[in-house]
Structures are given as C-alpha cells and as structure tokens.
C-alpha cells in the first residue's frame, strides 16, 4: 500500500507562482513513475506532468514551459512547480503513484489551486 498527501495548493494571482508537493508513505520503494493529475470545475481529469524513477519527465501540452515536476526519492516526495499560472490552471490537483511490477496505482485526495484576481 502506499499513501499519497498533497499540499501547497493555494489561491493565487493570474501570473502568479505554486509549488505543490506530495509525499508518499508505505510500500514506496516500489514506486515506478509519479505524475500529478488534475480536474478544473465542470471538466474531466487531465494529465499534467509524469516523472519516472530516473527523473524523466513529460509534461502536458497546456503546461509545458510553465510547470515542472520534480522527484526527490530520498525524502519521497515529487513536486509540481507551477509559474506564470492562469484561470485555466484553476482546479484540483491529485498526485498519483503507479507501481509497475503490480499494476496498481494510488491516488491522493488532492490540494485546490485557485487561480484569480
């Protein structure tokens, strides 16, 4: 089993910057790729960011040159930096662990990011 905790979601000004973390607890040795989810008001998930083992990440179309997610697997936590954000990045965010050799995926219960004026 693994445990996924968000935090850092906040209400922030159009051009404003977060960083969210996510630390994991429990079987998180297993841990093969992380990625950070999430779903605006009215919309269905999307997938924002994903960072392998090694570090690789990839990141969505609509985030790409502004956000950038991070894995520090000493401490167990992967992060989301979010710069120059807008009311379309407004929605909550979900961290999500995926563990190869089970197929099992775990969720956490999400932080809300806000983003107006």
């Known amino acids: 089993q693994v445990q996924l905790v968000e935090s850092g979601g906040d209400l922030v000004q159009p051009g404003g910057s977060l960083r969210l973390s996510c630390a994991a607890s429990?079987?998180?040795?297993?841990?093969?790729?992380m990625a950070w989810y999430r779903r605006a008001p009215g919309k269905g998930r999307e997938l924002v960011a994903t960072?392998?083992?090694?570090?690789?990440?990839d990141y969505a179309d609509s985030v790409k040159g502004r956000f950038t997610i991070s894995r520090d697997n000493f401490k167990n936590t992967v992060y989301l930096y979010m710069n120059r954000l807008n009311a379309e990045d407004t929605a909550v965010y979900y961290c999500?662990?995926?563990?190869?050799?089970?197929?099992?995926?775990?969720w956490g219960k999400g932080t809300q990011v806000t983003v107006s004026s």
């Open positions: 999500n662990a995926y563990i190869r050799a089970t197929l099992s995926e775990y």
């Open positions: 429990g079987v998180i040795f297993s841990i093969d790729n």
């Open positions: 960072i392998s083992r090694d570090g690789s990440a």
